[in-house]
């Protein structure tokens, strides 16, 4: 057997036994430069960013018999016909009516209940998802039965059971997430953001748009 292959064999040899008996390989220096892996730091997985103004704030009883309402219904029923992609007018001015109304007996922020509405249907009383959510506040039937609604494409029905909804899940949070973590549980379910204590993905954006909507009214 040649010398040189020899010593290897040998050197092998004594190595396999140390690693045996102490339980450790022979440590293998790392030559200078040598690339490393670094393991990225991991991203937030839910995302709780305050961006969503005052939308939060219900608007005082009293300001619905001070003018506030005409004020702000004329910039909602604007906003509807730019919005829809086709609206008669009666229909907007039911759409606003309804809005006004509902979020005063609510307490709900009426620009939050709106944009709600333009994100979910684009103000398409008639509109009907993929999942069977129908109507201008994309309501499951199930979940329009359980808010008493018998007509799911009846204007006044579906914006009452969309701003009651919004309101039962802005009581179930709290702090400041309370206006973004509803939202998202509008979309999800209240369940699987109390779960997972936020969102992500398609909800975030989901939320951004409504909340960018509701602050431009």
């Not at 991203?43 to 305050?50: A, G, K």
């Not at 001015?93 to 994100?119: E, F, H, M, W």
Request: hydrophobic share 35%.
């Amino acid at each position: 057997m040649d010398g040189s292959v020899t010593t290897v064999v040998i050197l092998i040899f004594v190595f396999s036994i140390i690693g045996s008996v102490t339980g450790k390989h022979p440590s293998v220096s790392r030559p200078p430069n040598y690339p490393t892996t670094t393991v990225p730091a991991s991203e937030p997985t839910y995302d709780t960013s305050q961006t969503y103004s005052t939308v939060d704030v219900p608007v005082p009883a009293a300001d619905y018999l001070s003018g506030f309402a005409e004020g702000l219904g004329g910039g909602i029923r604007k906003f509807i016909q730019s919005y829809a992609v086709k609206i008669d007018p009666w229909e907007s001015d039911s759409i606003t009516d309804s809005i006004l109304k509902y979020s005063q007996t609510y307490n709900v922020n009426p620009k939050l209940v709106c944009g709600l509405i333009a994100r979910e249907s684009r103000f398409n009383r008639f509109a009907v998802s993929s999942s069977g959510a129908q109507g201008l506040g994309q309501l499951l039937p199930s979940t329009a039965t359980g808010l008493g609604i018998s007509d799911p494409f009846d204007i006044d029905q579906n914006v009452m059971g969309t701003t009651r909804y919004i309101k039962s899940l802005l009581d179930r949070f709290t702090g400041p997430s309370k206006v973004p973590f509803a939202i998202a549980g509008y979309l999800e379910g209240p369940n699987a953001v109390k779960r997972n204590n936020g969102f992500q993905g398609h909800s975030k954006s989901y939320v951004e748009d409504i909340l960018k909507i509701a602050n431009r009214l």
